[in-house]
């Protein structure tokens, strides 16, 4: 394996977390939150700050709970 495959394998790519209410990429240096859905536990929903100040309601992909 040469220098130069050595360097590309080292580099990864990260995907910012996605808003579980409005859909929009949440970036590092935002105040969002995750936490597991309350009801079943299953799923990582991940809230931007916009929506957590405005009670936005999410909804979970496993057990459908709505949540504020």
Do not use: D, H
Not at 32 to 41: D, L, T
Not at 43 to 67: D, M
């Amino acid at each position: 394996m040469s220098a130069e495959a050595k360097k590309l394998a080292i580099v990864e790519t990260i995907q910012p977390p996605i808003c579980s209410s409005c859909g929009r990429l949440i970036p590092p240096s935002e105040r969002g939150v995750a936490f597991y859905c309350p009801n079943c536990g299953k799923i990582l929903i991940w809230r931007c700050r916009k929506c957590r100040k405005l009670s936005i309601k999410y909804k979970c992909p496993a057990c459908g709970f709505e949540g504020p």
